[in-house]
């Protein structure tokens, strides 16, 4: 996205769980996903920062990019990272910015009601939205919440949205995911060879 759309004032600040959750493929770093980068301090913050990567300088998460997301989104308060996804849009939604909302805190998370008022706005307006937890060196497993959850958020049950979002959220923990690594520059899957 344009970094001209980034929400005036609002920065990373200490906040270095892009160095963790990310996969990195760029020609000067390659970096596996949930594994720490090795420019990051212990104490927090990239030991290269001014020299860091072009996919480091460019890659924000969604909340740099939506206003209506208050502070407390930030991805290592709220242990939600939202992330635009770009493939494997399903048919129909063709021509929406499709969002993943990855747990990279705890899985209670997803029952705050800040959480599923921001994700049924999503929803409501015709979003892809997908959930997602990952495994270090494991590419996450999305699943797509729209079919599932339009209708509650339609009939408000919230009871069944927190059953079903529970569901989905260890659906995408339980889905087998090939083990990555790292061969000549480039991040490949173990069973295919390719990532």
Known sequence: MDNKLLVENRECGEFTACCVELTIEDPDLVK??????KNLHKSGGCKIYNERPKTCRDWYCMWRFMPQLSNEWRPDLKGV??????????????????LNFEIIGKKSAIHDM?????????IVQGFPCFISTSKPRRAANMVLLNNKLLPLY?????????????DALN???????????????KVISKSSGLF
Request: aromatic fraction near 8%; glycine fraction near 10%; charged fraction near 25%.
């Open 81 to 98: 990272m939202i992330k635009r996804v770009f493939n494997n849009i399903p048919p129909g939604y063709e021509g929406k910015i499709a």
């Open 154 to 166: 339609e009939t408000r049950n919230l009871e069944l949205l927190k059953s079903t979002l529970s």
């Open 171 to 185: 659906h995408s923990a339980k889905q087998h995911s090939d083990l990555l690594s790292i061969k000549d520059g």
């Open 114 to 122: 800040d959480f599923f008022e921001v994700l049924g706005g999503y």
């Open 32 to 37: 596996l996903p949930g594994v720490k980068c």
